[in-house]
């Protein structure tokens, strides 16, 4: 370097100006200036990320993150640079990366028209001075301003609730939206501690360009502070879009260390990724399935989100609770396909440490609601069982005190019937003796029956058995007045229980329905197999088309001796209410006044499958 005293010169007149009071831009266009006259160069640039399109020949120069020099007699292909960069490009050049370790700030582009030879001396020269333009950039005052300013916004947005989905849409729509973090996608991915794996949580992003241009178009017109426009957006759009849709369905065992999202959870670091199209020549390696991706990733990502393999690229960042890594973020560009820099990766990393916090203390909160709520159950579980014992007592008592002396009499009347000839005018008083006192036992088992604490047997049973004999009982009473409507899958998992209580438990409840529909009508019953939280469950539906219930006595459905009906004892529904969930199980009502009533009744499935009905 002492044969270029000009290369002092050049250094510190770079080092005085990146220390001077002026704006970053002036400071960029100081540093060019000074270049293009120690050199006498024909051409000066600082190419931002943002200026190079992903498929594009300066995106893979800025890639490599290693200098590109060009002399005098090196064969150079201009084949490969779009239009828009062949613009700049001279006989003679060369690309300096401005960046450190730890980010990528662009590109310094120093052009020559005369053919020219550079020296090594020059080369350490740029390199110096592209740490020091990266140290400029990266200290700009008003850029920190920015993002402090870009973060606080953020985090104001994130406090506005302790809803659980409502945090995570506000996180992705933090991170997607032009004034925020700016990708065109955003996806979060939860680990499930207890199946080891990362599930898909939700995704916010348009399905198609087409959508990108108008959502970008719309948010570009309003106007007000960042905090405030992403917490008037409404997630109903975003969660029901295909993107959602498909991220929802992706489910990786965090054991697959062969994809990036795993890693990202196991190493607790960031990931940016990038795959350029192969037809340049660039390094091109299958996975397993044989997608076009790099076999570090799997097909996870790239061959579910971004269609065309050959050229996606998205970038990974852990979200961290408490310390401990609780999900990963992953961002792309896939409409606009703008380089994700490490500077973008940097500041999306500042937000998603306090969005793992937000989430995390929303997933608290949500844990402490649902054992709020099963504390409330059980509370009322407790005081319904209270009363049960005090009514089961009550109950057999009476029942044993009346029943006696009723067996008495029904015994005593039915020999007066036998007595009194069948034309005698006395026949019809003691057939009058004989119904009411066999509906009085009848009222009585029914009390007992409801009181009784009775041993349950669980057995693997077929709950389209049960309801086939429940029907038969049910087919004699109402006879041709009701259609019947059964949607039953061929293949049902089996269910534990007793198979005389449940039996009872769906007489009690089609009967309730039939008796809804006063004349004609329909009754529809459903059988599906569900999952929920990991466990298969069977669910039944049993709907009828009566005139509903009145919302205002809708909660007294299952109270024991609450009925509507003139000749009702109110023991039918509190009966199927209490078998059931002694069977674990739970039962639902979904009204419409004037129109019906399904009665909906989940049951935990065994792991024994049932075989299809003959």
């Known amino acids: 370097m002492s044969e270029h005293p000009e290369a002092y010169i050049l250094l510190k007149a770079v080092l005085l100006i990146s220390h001077s009071s002026a704006s970053l831009e002036e400071k960029l266009g100081q540093v060019l200036q000074a270049i293009s006259d120690t050199f006498q160069a024909d051409r000066t640039l600082f190419l931002k990320p943002d200026q190079m399109r992903e498929n594009g020949w300066l995106s893979r120069v800025a890639a490599e993150r290693k200098p590109l020099w060009v002399d005098e007699g090196f064969s150079f292909g201009k084949g490969s640079i779009l239009p828009e960069e062949g613009s700049f490009i001279c006989s003679s050049f060369a690309f300096i990366p401005v960046g450190n370790g730890s980010s990528f700030e662009g590109l310094l582009y120093i052009g020559f028209e005369r053919p020219r030879k550079s020296f090594q001396q020059e080369r350490d020269l740029f390199a110096l001075i592209s740490e020091v333009m990266a140290e400029t950039i990266h200290q700009d005052p008003s850029r920190r301003k920015r993002e402090f300013s870009t973060l606080w916004e953020l985090n104001k947005a994130l406090l506005t609730t302790v809803n659980f989905e409502r945090i995570i849409f506000l996180t992705l729509t933090a991170i997607t939206l032009g004034d925020g973090l700016g990708f065109n996608r955003a996806m979060l991915f939860l680990v499930n501690e207890k199946e080891k794996a990362l599930e898909g949580s939700m995704a916010v992003g348009p399905d198609n ?38 991220v929802k369905e992706i489910r990786i065992p965090l054991e697959q260390q062969q994809c990036i999202l795993s890693r990202t959870v196991l190493e607790g670091k960031p990931f940016n990724v990038r795959f350029p199209g192969s037809q340049e020549g660039w390094l091109q390696t299958r996975c397993e399935r044989g997608c076009h991706l790099s076999s570090e990733v799997g097909c996870y990502v790239g061959d579910q989100l971004g269609r065309d393999t050959m050229a996606y690229s998205f970038a990974t960042i852990p979200l961290w609770g408490k310390g401990k890594v609780i999900g990963v973020i992953v961002v792309d560009n896939f409409f606009n396909q703008r380089p994700i820099t490490d500077e973008d990766l940097r500041f999306l990393g500042l937000f998603a440490n306090q969005a793992g916090l937000a989430i995390e203390n929303a997933m608290l909160y949500r844990h402490l609601e649902e054992v709020h709520q099963e504390l409330k159950e059980t509370q009322t579980l407790l005081v319904q069982h209270e009363k049960m014992v005090a009514l089961g007592e009550l109950a057999s008592t009476v029942a044993h005190q009346i029943k006696n002396p009723l067996v008495s009499i029904g015994g005593f009347a039915r020999r007066l019937d036998r007595a009194i000839p069948a034309d005698g005018p006395e026949k019809r008083y003691t057939e009058t003796i004989l119904k009411e006192a066999a509906r009085l036992e009848r009222t009585l088992d029914d009390i007992l029956s409801y009181t009784r604490e009775d041993l349950i047997v669980f057995n693997p049973h077929d709950l389209r058995d049960i309801l086939e004999e429940s029907l038969s009982m049910v087919r004699e009473e109402i006879g041709d007045r009701i259609r019947i409507v059964k949607q039953l899958p061929e293949e049902l998992p089996k269910v534990a229980g007793d198979f005389q209580h449940l039996k009872h438990a769906f007489f009690n409840l089609l009967t309730n329905a039939c008796q809804a529909m006063q004349e004609k009508g329909t009754l529809t019953i459903r059988m599906n197999p569900i999952l929920r939280n990991g466990s298969m469950y069977v669910r039944v539906e049993v709907e009828d088309t009566g005139k509903g219930i009145d919302p205002e006595t809708l909660h007294n459905v299952f109270n024991p001796f609450y009925s509507t009906k003139e000749s009702g004892l109110g023991l039918g529904l509190p009966i199927v209410h209490r078998i059931i969930t002694s069977h674990r199980g739970r039962i639902e009502v979904d009204n419409h006044p004037g129109k019906g009533v399904t009665f909906i009744i989940t049951l935990q499935a065994t792991s024994q499958p049932a075989s299809s009905p003959l």
């Open 209 to 246: 360009a087409e959508e990108a241009g108008r959502i970008w178009g719309a948010l570009s017109q309003k106007r007000g502070v960042l905090s405030d426009l992403i917490t008037q957006l409404n997630g109903s759009a975003s969660t029901s879009s295909n993107l959602n849709s498909i």
